[in-house]
């Protein structure tokens, strides 16, 4: 199809109409404005992430976009204008990331007028007893990486009008759902291994935490290589992780010596996906014979990379703490401007965000097989 507009064009007309909507107000499909302006659906797409990039509208999986702002401070209560009251809720398992997002929401949050608390729980009873008889407009849970009771899930509900849980998949339990896509994560850290030149590539990983959602990763990863030669299932690496204290060096060295000693064409790039700190990534790749870049690249779906040092910072997959805390806002503010639309679920899009941690492959290591185990 011949583009009628350009991509910047597209994006300027979008722009100044959607701005002349209220907040909340659904915009036209991409199908619609595809017709509208002679453009692929494509180009609309690209659009749209723009426009969503600047925060002027939300998407929704199955129920389409909105017009963000409005005045977020404010209950949606129909003939009220009272404070809109804030509930952030997390799980108390560690979580650097958890930490950042909760803390920063909570001041967002508070600088936009609202009236907002944090609490991390344990357990119910301790939550109960925290919580006593308040009430709430919205309930923020980060259940991090541990189960949710149905009993946290039903008291919350008894307390807040709406519920946005952040980072976990779940489904028909009546609750709004910002996570991650990690297709789309797996899908950016392919590309730039591929455009680098590493055609056979593995995953690291942890073993199988259904609350972190390591399964669903795999899936992803086996998925992207249907159509390559070879068994990509021989090609993932499974470390087993301290519950709090992450995977450590040793861990992912013992994984790579074990997963890879029958794999005749060892991977030059890796994905890996866990609790893997950069020092414990270099020190495990190196003693099982692989140094980071010169031997093998690495691309991290969770490295944290907002504080590491220039030198030490991965190339990574992720999204930056002030990404999500605006994308929360938003989902929050759009909540409380449509309280009786149906649960959504928005699938976040992450960004690359380069490093030292990969190199281009110059053919040196491909289909050669190293020696794992020499450090």
């Known amino acids: 199809m011949n583009e009628s507009v350009s991509s910047s064009a597209l994006v300027d007309e979008l722009r100044v109409e959607f701005a002349t ?3 909340g107000s659904r915009v036209p499909t991409m199908r619609d404005i595809a017709s509208r302006f002679a453009v692929s659906v494509f180009a609309v797409q690209r659009a749209f992430e723009v426009l969503k990039e600047e925060g002027l509208i939300q998407s929704f999986v199955g129920r389409g976009s909105f017009v963000t702002g409005g005045d977020i401070s404010k209950s949606g209560n129909p003939g009220q204008s009272r404070t809109a009251r804030i509930l952030i809720v997390s ?10 997002v909760a803390h920063s ?4 949050l508070l600088r936009a007028g609202c009236r907002a608390i944090a609490v991390s729980y344990s357990d119910a009873s301790e ?4 919580l006593g008889d ?19 899930l039903a008291m919350l509900k008894s307390k807040a009008s709406h519920i946005i849980v952040e980072g976990r998949e779940l489904e028909r339990l009546d609750v709004d759902v910002f996570v991650r896509n990690r297709a789309n994560s797996m899908a950016l850290a392919l590309n730039c291994l591929r455009e680098l030149g590493h055609a056979r590539i593995g995953l690291l990983t942890e073993r199988l935490d259904a609350a972190a959602g390591y399964a669903e990763i795999e899936n992803q990863f086996l998925q992207s290589h249907s159509s390559l030669p070879g068994n990509a299932e021989s090609l993932i690496v499974r470390a087993t992780a301290d519950r709090d204290a992450g995977v450590h060096a040793s861990e992912i060295r013992d994984a790579l010596q074990k997963d890879l000693a029958n794999v005749a064409d060892l991977p030059t790039g890796f994905i890996v996906s866990g609790r893997f700190a950069p020092s414990s990534i270099r020190e495990g790749f190196l003693a099982a014979g692989f ?6 690249s690495v691309v991290s779906l969770r490295a944290e990379t907002e504080s590491s040092s220039a030198k030490d910072k991965f190339t990574a997959v992720g999204r930056t703490t002030e990404h999500v805390v605006q994308g ?9 401007a449509n309280p009786s639309e149906p649960p959504v679920k928005v699938l976040d899009n992450p ?7 990969t190199n281009r492959n110059d053919g040196r290591n491909s289909g050669q097989r190293a020696t794992i185990g020499a450090g």
């Open 21 to 23: 909507l209220d907040a």
């Open 91 to 100: 799980h108390s398992t560690p979580s650097l990331r958890g930490y950042k």
């Open 105 to 108: 929401l909570q001041t967002e």
């Open 127 to 130: 939550l109960r007893d925290v």
């Open 134 to 152: 308040g009430r709430y407009d919205v309930c923020i849970l980060q259940p991090r990486r541990s189960i949710l009771p149905v009993e946290v």
């Open 291 to 296: 140094k980071i870049p010169d031997t093998v």
């Open 328 to 336: 929360i806002v938003s989902m929050t503010n759009w909540r409380l």
């Open 351 to 357: 960004s690359l965000f380069p490093g030292t941690s």
